[in-house]
């Protein structure tokens, strides 16, 4: 990451106010692994406290409670990105910032929810305003569509092709995130990824090269991937590190768990879980 600093200005704070935007929470959960939800109400408060509305109750929110430790990505519709790391403190039920969440028009005029609960965080760190290189990641982009099949197997079907084909769009926003020696989850961008086969995702890597190479190869990440009609799709695999395939050097992801993370359900898809029967009304 690059040079950080420890406080939001009053522009910062105004630019990222809106719901509509890309903000992106990563957790630990109890495996000590990383997860990373989309949550849009995250916003900065104040110089050195952030908060978000909780209106779907997902994994997300039990992990925060029990590892305090939280990284986040803040991008807004002119592509300026903020990374960073925060810690959750404590949650309300009420006050102004309740008030102030659930007068934001996303959730003021619509009839099934509102936001029931505000959790605050205390600022760690954070980069930015950057802007996102597209250049860049265009270039990257185009290395991983000629690469790629050089990385493919003949396996069993992991992700459904519904599944695979939010990671596998051209236009899809990917991340990746894996635990940095300190214990807090990091997000990277990785929009140039693409899947090899169904189970096997790959990137050029670069842009946010030194970044990518700071991942230990053979450690468990994330990626999230999602597109602009709010698909979304989360998965852990094993990171296989950076190899140079037809002469492009390629991260790889081999995918071992996956979780749709789009309400109003959410749950695995990666290993199937059995269907139970309800029987408890």
């Not at 929110?61 to 810690?87: E, H, S, V, Y």
């Not at 990824?193 to 468990?220: H, I, N, Q, W």
């Not at 999602?226 to 998965?235: C, N, Y």
């Amino acid at each position: 990451m690059k040079s950080s600093n420890h406080e939001f200005n009053t522009e910062e704070i105004g630019a990222l106010g809106p719901t509509e935007k890309v903000a992106l929470v990563a957790t630990v959960n109890p495996d000590g692994l990383p997860h990373v939800s989309l949550l849009t109400s995250l916003q900065p408060v104040g110089p050195a406290r952030l908060v978000l509305g909780e209106f779907s109750r997902g994994l997300s929110k039990d992990f925060m409670q029990r590892n305090n430790n939280i990284g986040f990505l803040m991008m807004t519709l002119d592509r300026r990105l903020w990374r960073g790391a925060a810690r959750w403190t404590h949650l309300a039920k009420e006050g102004p910032e309740y008030q102030m969440m659930n007068e934001k028009p996303m959730f003021r005029y619509n009839t099934y929810f509102g936001i029931n609960t505000v959790h605050y965080f205390d600022l760690v760190e954070k980069t930015g305003p950057e802007a996102l290189p597209m250049g860049a990641i265009v270039r990257s982009a185009l290395k991983t569509a000629f690469a790629r099949g050089g990385a493919r197997r003949k396996i069993s079907p992991v992700l459904k092709p519904f599944a695979l084909s939010i990671i596998d769009r051209m236009d899809s926003l990917k991340f990746l995130s894996c635990i940095d020696g300190r214990g807090f989850p990091v997000i990277i961008p990785v929009i140039q990824c693409r899947a090899a086969d169904s189970g096997r995702l790959v990137f050029a890597a670069s842009p946010y090269a030194e970044e990518l190479a700071a991942v230990p190869k053979g450690a468990t990440v994330a990626l999230f991937a999602m597109t602009m009609k709010m698909e979304d799709i989360l998965v852990r695999g094993i990171y296989g590190g950076v190899r140079s395939i037809r002469g492009v050097p390629l991260g790889m992801l081999d995918i071992t768990w996956a979780y749709n993370s789009m309400p109003p359900v959410h749950g695995q898809i990666y290993p199937e879980t059995e269907l139970a029967a309800v029987t408890d009304f």
